[in-house]
């Protein structure tokens, strides 16, 4: 039998103790050196909603005191289950072999290390773990006589705090961790301590976690990269027309939006995962929208504004640029809002320069919005809009730290552990540094789409969202659509965006591709994962839909292109950046992009 490890056998009580106050005397002192750097620190701003929260969880424990069978029938079962593991513990210390009372989410990654599963300890603690976290959230989900937000409240909540106390996220509680200790003498929990206040002064006293080697991209030089021109720009966007690779182009061009909440390089990341590029090869003339990243000068900026001065001008600069009157358009989350909204503005203008959109994890119907509607309420946007009111504008930090919560596991605790406890340095990963490139939010603009979209969901009433005084009534538009969701978006939950298939007149493809809300997406035919479902009927539940549709392997992108291209007219000699009626301002990707928030 291969010798345990000190952490498999247990840690020799004095060791540690001695290790333990080694890494104290040293972190006094790393401790005393950062605080004698922060001399302007910036206060970190409130949380948001803390009374919203508080009050969730009083109508929860109300609701359980009118109901103390129900409680005490949880409890009873979750002793029960703890009798079960204490005697399968005992067995498995008696060399017998045991099957676990609970077993982890094969999705769930914590717990990989085989120490959790060949150690009889660290077995116990994560089966103990498992059935806590299991009764804390059924009670929370199970409870009746809530209404649906306080319920989402609670369960959402709950799940933060099941989630920061595993015990993968403590030193003495995580094999991995405690063997890293021991073997280095406490050097990992130092390097992680000074990782962290290197995080804090970033963050100017906020823990602002390193997600990936920042040192390792950089905008234009390794992310991108595809070559363009901008040739247009106004306070709001740098509109960036591309580099034909072909010699000939459809007559079209090709409109991309991204959303203003990220920077839009997340469509053109690398060569091997770009669409920009994707898109040029195929034959497309393409244009991007890059947004400004605003600060307090634009805090006047509505929603109207970004209509107005981002996919209406854009529009008119490329026809200047291309002499094409007519273009088709892509919509991409929060883009795609704007775009529909767009779309619907222009229909009643009698303006049919868009010939065909497509919708990437798009928005239109509020009413179930996802786990973002937890931070939807009055109490909460009433702070927020106060916070915004002092400043002009949302930080960009604060609205990534929104996102994060999302998946909490993946995007905050396993850096805590990674960087803090192993004291590693976080791998190089491209798409995880533009998720820590945020941008911020104009108050104006920001306050409006929370409250009228999110809150009031406005936008799928005829008429219920007024813009440069043109009534948008969503079902007035009858143009050709593709849209395309993902099976596990967090942001934009495919049942929802599903809504817009029951919404335009015109005709519709509508495309749920496999995982999340960036890597479904971002999803190359090289690559060839996740794979994706079509369906030609499209019946009121999307679940009717799903349970029609065929799955087919790889990436959507090509059954896209070969929409696209059908409704794309004739091809024509490509067109240069600089060669229309519009001059080259700048190389892309532009300066707007390069503009970093806190």
Not at 519 to 525: E, K, L, Q, V
């Amino acid at each position: 039998m291969a010798e345990q490890s000190e952490a498999e056998r247990g840690a020799q009580p004095e060791e540690l103790v001695r290790i333990m106050s080694e890494i104290a005397a040293k972190s006094r002192t790393l401790v005393e050196e950062f605080l004698r750097r922060q001399h302007l620190v910036e206060p970190a701003a409130p949380p948001l909603g803390a009374g919203a929260i508080g009050s969730a969880f009083l109508e929860l424990l109300q609701e359980l005191m009118t109901r103390p069978a129900d409680l005490f029938r949880a409890q009873f079962e979750l002793w029960h289950d703890y009798l079960r593991l204490w005697q399968a513990t005992t067995q498995r210390m008696l060399g017998q072999d045991v099957e676990p009372v609970i077993v982890p989410e094969r999705s769930d990654r914590r717990f990989k290390d085989p120490a959790w599963s060949d150690n009889v300890i660290f077995d116990f603690i994560k089966q103990s773990y498992l059935l806590a976290a299991r009764f804390l959230l059924q009670t929370a989900s199970e409870a009746e006589g809530l209404d649906p937000k306080t319920r989402q409240k609670v369960e959402f909540y709950t799940r933060q705090f099941v989630d920061a106390l595993a015990p993968t996220n403590f030193v003495l509680t995580n094999p991995e961790v405690l063997q890293a200790t021991l073997e280095t003498r406490g050097e990992n929990l130092l390097r992680g301590l000074k990782n962290m206040l290197e995080d804090l002064e970033r963050g100017r006293g906020r823990l602002a976690i390193k997600m990936t080697d920042y040192d390792a991209f950089e905008v234009g030089r390794n992310i991108a990269t595809t070559p363009g021109k901008v040739v247009y720009q106004n306070e709001l966007v740098q509109l960036i027309q591309y580099e034909p690779v072909t010699r000939e182009v459809y007559q079209k061009p090709l409109l991309i939006v991204p959303p203003w909440i990220n920077k839009y390089y997340i469509l053109d990341l690398q060569p091997q995962n770009s669409f920009v590029k994707f898109c040029v090869d195929r034959g497309f003339t393409t244009f991007v929208v890059s947004w400004v990243n605003p600060d307090e000068r634009l805090a006047h900026k509505t929603f109207e504004d970004y209509m107005l001065e981002g996919p209406l001008a854009a529009l008119d600069a490329i026809e200047k640029a291309t002499g094409e009157k007519q273009s088709n358009a892509i919509g991409y989350c929060l883009g795609g809002t704007l775009l529909a909204t767009t779309l619907a503005w222009m229909k009643a203008k009698g303006d049919d320069r868009i010939g065909a959109a497509t919708f990437f994890t798009t928005l239109v119907d509020f009413k179930e919005p996802g786990e973002l509607g937890v931070f939807i309420d009055e109490e909460q946007l009433t702070a927020l809009e106060e916070l915004m009111a002092k400043r002009g504008y949302l930080e960009g930090s604060e609205m990534a730290t929104t996102f994060n919560l999302l998946r909490a596991n993946d995007l905050i605790w396993s850096f805590v552990v990674n960087n803090y406890l192993l004291g590693k340095d976080p791998f190089p990963f491209d798409l995880l540094y533009w998720n820590s490139d945020s941008t911020r939010m104009p108050a104006a603009m920001h306050s409006f789409y929370l409250r009228k979209f999110y809150y009031e969901n406005k936008l799928v009433e005829p008429g219920g969202i007024v813009l440069a005084g043109i009534p948008i009534d969503l079902r007035r538009i009858d143009l050709p659509v593709y849209i395309v969701s993902t099976r596990e978006d967090h942001i934009a939950p495919w049942k929802s965006t599903y809504a817009a298939t029951q919404l335009y007149r015109g005709e519709k493809r509508f495309v749920l591709a496999g995982s999340g809300h960036i890597a479904g997406i971002i999803n190359p035919p090289a690559s060839s994962k996740y794979g994706y479902w079509t369906n030609d009927e499209l019946p009121p539940d999307p679940d009717a839909w799903l349970a029609g549709a065929v799955h087919h392997k790889g990436s959507w992108w090509n059954d896209w292109a070969e929409w696209m291209a059908a409704r794309s007219g004739p091809m024509v000699p490509a067109r240069r950046p600089g060669e229309g009626g519009l001059p080259v301002l700048e190389d892309a990707p532009g300066s707007y992009v390069r503009v970093k928030a806190a």
